[in-house]
């Protein structure tokens, strides 16, 4: 465990079950004889009032749960808050919090703050939690690629796989937005599991999911879904992939994804098909390729713009709206903008190709008029398209 000299002497002058600088009560001890929990980075949310939301608090993380002995007589809960309070106190911390189960300080000192909680469990005097947090900042410790990892991501310190198995053909559920069920993505999927076996404790669930998301960042990925324990991201490298990761338990599992191609709904139309789709129905679809999650058009877009300038070229009275639409994954503000960017660049293009600019216009309707069900695979790269709008 990565800790630093400072912080190391301040954890263990205790004896091990405890969280330092607390200690426990006389007549309880540690549940099972376990040792105090220790994260070198890790969160707990700190309840000053039932008014107010709680103040979440990162950094090394110690809790521990104390059990009464046996023939010990159980206290009130109020003489456990008693108790931490004067220790509290002689601390130097500041009280914020103490009721008849529960007490909560800040300990400020020489450039450091620790927040400190004691609280019994479900108003009873036989069992109480402790739980101390240092602040600290995020420090990424994920390492680079290397055998057994994926080409793109390395792994947490002390873990080593566990499971390494490959699905040609499967579906797998990715989660995409709290709001939404978990999205069906269709294709090869490669499974990695990771167990602490090198390390006296697991990473902490948070400190995991920051890890791979910076990475993920880093390459340049879409992160589309982020919680405590879960993370989902995708990209392309050949085609569009999907990761995801998860942290539970001490243990870690990686799904990466390659989703099945489909091809567009209909095959990319010459300009007298477009123009009879504009002329019946006032708009058509067009599947042109962006790079991912940019609005640069890649180069086998070339043909498709052709057609659609050959069409105005044709037809001099036309005047269209090109508009841009995404699925429905990601938030809906960054997936609207990517619309709106995607349209310019077509509208640009057709006025380098020489069309009138006051012939055009571009607008974005991002994830709000799909076309197919986004549930899927294939109804997601149905509804990433551009259309004209006669």
């Known amino acids: 465990m990565l800790l630093s000299p400072v912080v190391s002497i301040a954890f263990f002058l205790a004896a091990a079950p405890d969280c330092a600088p607390l200690s426990h009560m006389p007549g309880f001890e540690a549940q099972q004889g376990a040792d105090a929990q220790l994260r070198d980075y890790d969160f707990h949310d700190y309840h000053q009032d039932s008014g107010s ?3 979440r608090v990162k950094g090394r993380t110690c809790s521990s749960r104390f059990l009464l002995k046996a023939g010990t007589t159980e206290p009130p809960p109020a003489e456990i808050v008693r108790y931490y309070k004067a220790e509290m106190e002689k601390l130097g911390a500041k009280v914020l919090r103490a009721d008849t189960c529960e007490i909560i300080s800040v300990l400020k000192k020489s450039g450091a703050e620790t927040w400190l909680n004691a609280k019994c469990d479900g108003g009873w005097g036989s069992v109480y939690d402790v739980i101390v947090t240092e602040v600290a900042p995020f420090k990424p410790t994920l390492t680079a690629p290397s055998a057994g990892d994926t080409k793109w991501l390395g ?5 080593t796989v566990i499971m390494d198995e490959t699905t040609e053909e499967t579906d797998d559920d990715f989660p995409v937005s709290p709001e939404m069920p978990p999205l069906k993505v269709q294709g090869k999927r490669h499974r990695l599991a990771y167990r602490a076996t090198a390390r006296p404790q697991p990473s902490s669930d948070i400190e995991t999911i920051d890890n791979y998301a910076l990475a993920m960042q880093k390459l340049g990925w879409q992160v589309v879904y982020r919680s405590e324990k879960d993370l989902t991201a ?5 085609a569009q992939t999907w990761v995801r990761v998860q942290s539970l338990f001490g243990e870690i599992t990686m799904d990466v994804l390659e989703e099945k191609p489909f091809q567009a709904v209909v095959p990319q ?7 009879t789709a504009l002329d019946q129905d006032g708009h058509v679809a067009l599947y042109i390729n962006f790079d991912f999650a ?3 058009l890649k180069p086998d877009a070339g043909p498709v713009i052709a057609q659609v300038l050959a069409l105005m070229k044709d037809n001099l ?4 709206k090109v508009e841009g639409h995404t699925d429905n994954v990601g938030e809906a503000a960054p997936n609207q903008k990517l619309s709106e960017a995607r349209a310019a660049t077509v509208v640009a293009e057709l006025v380098k190709g020489g069309i009138a600019a006051a012939r055009l216009s571009s607008s974005g309707a991002g994830l709000t008029k799909p076309i197919a069900d ?5 109804g997601r790269a149905k509804n990433r398209r551009v259309e004209l709008v006669k």
């Open 53 to 55: 939301p709680p103040v």
């Open 155 to 159: 792994h947490m310190p002390g873990y």
């Open 234 to 238: 995708r990209f392309e490298d050949g």
């Open 269 to 275: 139309p010459k300009k007298d098909v477009l123009k």
């Open 294 to 296: 940019k609005a640069t």
């Open 317 to 320: 009275t036309y005047k269209l």
């Open 374 to 378: 986004n549930a899927t695979s294939e």
